[in-house]
């Protein structure tokens, strides 16, 4: 189990300030990197893989420096964004090539490994510049893990893959994750980031806006009321007695149900049931409407 | 080490750019042997074939196109990146990177130059040319393989060492021959096998201990450069 620790870090270039005093730590699990474009997130994570020094400011692994340590890379393993690889090596050579420089005892008993991880044993003696852009991702990742770091970054790893692919490899990180070791993606595909991890880092102008699970984020932006889709039984009557909570902001009437504005999450959740019960209304549905990444990545921005 | 050498070696050849490397040895080689059979005096083409072509271009050019090769072109494509995220020393990767490119370079010069030296005056001259195009090779090899790490246009830079620095320069204005390899390699071969067809303008000490400052010193900055590489931090 390793820990990515960035404390007070900060890079500029000239008088351009990129990442501006950032700490967070990764713990193991999956945890998604987010931030519109240009605000930092590459910046960050090649700091973390020791390819950038920061300005300012550790980045460090397990209490190692990352820069100008080649001794870390036995830890971590990393998928940069840009998609360059030896394309006259075949994939097997690419990543049995990579097992022998991170001196494995067995290199080809790891590459194969690695290569089935990622399905890719049937085009594993192509030569890699013959492949399409996903398969080539999806050598990089093989060559990335085939010495099971407990630390894997990855810039956009989707990037290039069909929806059969996206999947598989949403699977490979959830179960890397789930066995302890540490994973940081960035993507700018908040879907992706939704299905993948509740964990976040949202960067934003290079400042970390954010940190922790979408969800419990969302529930202390106090300043912006809760938007909640509500379905009863006789949902006019319970707008009526809904509009008497102290918690509650707004309720507006629609076709298939309420949409009640509640400016304290906790309060509303508590105060619904008991409202409903002394009305003698049935519940059918109580759906936080804007608890999805997509909400709050917006609120921050706006923020 | 040697999965690094394989690596840069099969990149190498697997290029175009490899094919650069045939044309200027075939004109030295093709040249010494039109000038040998129609018989011309060697002390009236050897200086300018010999020295003007093969010491002054293809020795360098192609020392030129392999040193800035084997590790310009994967910092360029970004290719680098595979090999920069292994437990590697820093050392090692650049000794291997040395490896390929001087033993690339020195066989690509040697050869042609030995065969140039064996026409032109015999064996002994064409082993002197070869011995000296060898430590020509490294040398040059260490500063082309530098210049890749130090500067994104080191094709630029090298030719403007080549072309200005030493064939410019060096012709006009004597102190610069100090930091001329090809000054150096002329020396030594002059100094191995003496024809009159060399004009060496250092002495043998001066020429032996500059090239292995260049060698020793390149390749020791080289792996200090590599070892704080930045990736251009492209923000997205």
């Known amino acids: 189990m390793s820990v990515v620790e960035l404390q007070n870090v900060s890079r500029w270039y000239g008088n351009v300030v990129a990442v501006n005093d950032i700490s967070m730590t990764l713990q193991p699990g999956v945890t998604g990197l987010l931030g519109p474009n240009g605000a930092g997130k590459t910046t960050v994570l090649h700091m973390m893989a020791g390819f950038l020094s920061p300005s300012r400011g550790t980045v460090t692994i397990d209490g190692s420096p990352t820069w100008r340590n080649p001794g870390i890379y036995r830890q971590l393993g990393l998928v940069a964004e840009k998609e360059a690889v030896h394309g006259f090596l075949t994939a097997r050579q690419f ?18 490994r690695a290569l089935e991880l990622v399905e890719m044993t049937s085009a594993q003696d192509r030569r890699i510049e013959t492949f399409s852009k996903g398969m080539r991702q999806r050598t990089r990742v093989a060559a990335a893990l085939v010495h099971e770091p407990q630390v894997l970054l990855l810039d956009e790893p989707f990037n290039g893959m069909d929806p059969r692919q996206r999947m598989h490899m949403m699977e490979l990180l959830h179960s890397l994750g789930d066995r302890g070791h540490t994973i940081l993606f960035s993507s700018h595909i908040l879907e992706e980031v939704e299905q993948l991890s509740g964990l976040v880092q949202v960067i934003v102008a290079g400042r ?41 902001s707004g309720v507006e009437i629609e076709a298939g149900g309420l949409t009640v504005r509640a400016s304290d999450y906790g309060s509303f959740t508590r105060a619904l049931p008991r409202i409903a019960l002394g009305e003698g209304i049935r519940l059918r549905r109580l759906l936080p409407s804007d608890e999805s990444l997509e909400s709050v990545f917006s609120y921050l921005l706006e923020a | 080490m040697s999965t690094v050498a394989y690596i840069t070696a099969r990149g190498l050849f697997g290029r175009r750019r490899v094919l650069l490397l045939l044309p200027l040895p075939l ?5 010494a042997l039109i000038c040998r059979a129609y018989d011309v005096d060697p002390t009236q083409w050897g200086q300018a074939v010999v020295q003007g072509l093969g010491l002054a271009v293809v020795l360098p050019v192609i020392s030129l196109i392999v040193g800035t090769g084997v590790l310009g072109s994967e910092v360029d494509d970004g290719t680098i ?156």
């Not at chain 1, 969302?218 to 909570?245: C, K």
């Not at chain 2, 004109?27 to 040249?31: A, Q, S, T």
């Not at chain 2, 020509?136 to 094709?155: C, E, H, I, M």
């Not at chain 2, 001329?180 to 043998?204: C, F, H, N, W």
Request: glycine content about 8%; aromatic content about 6%.
């Open chain 1, 95 to 112: 990543v049995v090539a990579c097992a022998k420089m991170q001196k494995l005892p067995d290199p080809a008993a790891a590459a194969q």
């Open chain 1, 208 to 248: 970390l806006a954010a940190s922790g699970d979408y969800r419990r984020i969302r529930r202390l932006m106090t300043n912006r009321p809760h938007v909640f889709a509500v379905q009863s039984s006789d949902d006019r009557r319970l707008a009526v007695a809904l509009i008497g909570e102290k918690s509650v």
């Open chain 2, 27 to 31: 004109l030295l080689v093709g040249l």
């Open chain 2, 81 to 236: 990146v595979h090999i920069l995220t292994k437990p590697l020393p820093r050392r090692d990767i650049i000794l291997a990177k040395l490896l390929v490119a001087g033993g690339v370079s020195a066989v690509a010069a040697a050869v042609p130059l030995f065969i140039a030296g064996v026409l032109a005056d015999g064996v002994k001259f064409g082993v002197a040319l070869a011995v000296a195009a060898v430590a020509g090779a490294v040398a040059y090899s260490a500063l082309f393989l530098l210049l890749s790490l130090v500067t994104r246009r080191p094709v630029l830079l090298g030719l403007v060492y080549i072309l200005v620095w030493e064939g410019l320069l060096g012709r006009w204005v004597s102190g610069t021959r100090v930091l001329s390899i090809e000054q150096y390699v002329i020396t030594i071969a002059d100094r191995m096998a003496p024809t009159g067809m060399l004009d060496g303008k250092v002495s043998l000490p001066v020429a032996l201990v500059m090239a292995a400052i260049f060698a020793i010193g390149g390749t020791l900055f080289a792996i200090n450069r590599l070892g704080s590489f930045s990736v251009a931090g492209e923000t997205s």
